[in-house]
């Protein structure tokens, strides 16, 4: 039984509501990710916390994250994609509130991990939802828009950090912005009227629970289990393999080039502007990506921003030591740094594709465990990229090479992975399609 038959169609309204839903929780996502990153600072001097101790909250938030990516991608599965949000969404809000409250590092520590846990399951919860939902036709442009929401997150941190810190006490502005991450609990409302659950999955549900399964479906273990078995093992591990390499990449370059930067003569304004020409970029980049993936294949809406990643990388290494004497568009740096931040559009790729390629009974679970152990694999990158640059000779450019062999492994094991663009999605596939 095919999605867009009878009652398993979606009308105008139904489609807009999950798209919204879905664009305002990855960004609010992404928002909350980076503005404990914006008032770090300000949190250390508050509370007294070490540099090695901030660290240890942001890996702490990333472990949690993984495992709210598994936990709440077999809810997914289990209690449908519309109440795993409705949880994600929960979860994080009040962690990200209850952090605002936190007294020492401990207290933090344990807040953002729970922040972590929540923030880990509201993309996998969001995509797949509406990667069930939208045009078998349309759907790489539209998990691109959905990804590029992450740009209007950015922003949003940024702007809020520095009213807040601006505007309030020392000891109470990162408290005030660390507030405005409860924002969910609103969109929580929406989700809950106006969004329409998954009617593949409802309908996967209605045929489990009357005994109308195929004995092959009936018999099969846990998603978690299932993701690893027969074709979906291979599928998996390729997926592993490009998302961990897409993000080493990606944190190889983007943790430390702000700071490479300004250690090169560029002031705190002209970083925040390049960061700001970098997210409009990326923005726009994600959206021609989106477009052609749907006329051109998943497989090159990834390999061929990774090799325009690769682009950048070469220029960021060639432009070695260059100083910014003033004018941005001239500087070599800049220009490779805003070449490579073009190529990270393959982000987009991942729901839809990923998606395609599991059946609804394991989809979620495949989906956001995938994505988020392979962003946890990636974020060794910062870890990696020192001990890199200190071996051959201290500079952070060399490093950052080794980013450029993480992009390559994405490139090739997305090569690897079988076209998905314009599948339908039925009630009964295949374990692996």
Known sequence: MEMGAGHLAYDGREKRSVLTSAILGFGLDFYNILIIAFLMGAIQKSLSITLTQAGIITTVTLIGSVIGGVLFGWLGDKIGRKN??????????????????????????????????????????????????????????????????????????????????????????????????????????????WMPESKVWLEYERM???????????????????IFKGPSLKYTLLGFAIVAGYMFAFYSVSVFMPGHMLKLGASPEVVRNISLLFAGAMGATYLIFGWYSDRLGRKLGIVLPMLLSLVGFAGLYLSKEEKFTGELWTWSLFLAYLVWGCGQVAAGMFGAWFSELYPVETRSSAVSTIYMIGRGIGSLAPYAVPVVAAMSGGNILNGILVGALAALICVLAALILPETAGRSFDVIEAKAR
């Open 208 to 226: 489990r629970k009357a005994g109308e399964l195929p004995p092959e479906k009936s018999a099969a273990d846990s998603p978690l289990i299932e």
């Open 84 to 193: 795993s949000l409705l949880l994600t969404l929960l979860l994080f809000s009040l962690g990200a509130i209850a952090s605002a409250a936190a007294w020492d590092f401990t207290s933090l520590l344990v807040l953002r991990a729970i922040t972590g846990v929540g923030l880990g399951g509201e993309w996998g919860a969001g995509i797949v939802l509406f990667n069930e939902v939208w045009d078998k036709n349309r759907r790489g442009f539209g998990s691109c828009i959905i990804q590029a929401s992450a740009t209007g997150g950015i922003a949003g941190a940024a702007i809020v950090s520095a009213w807040a810190l601006g505007s309030f006490d020392p000891d109470w502005g990162w408290r005030v912005a660390l507030l405005t991450g409860g924002a969910p609990l609103l969109l929580m409302v929406y989700v809950r009227f």
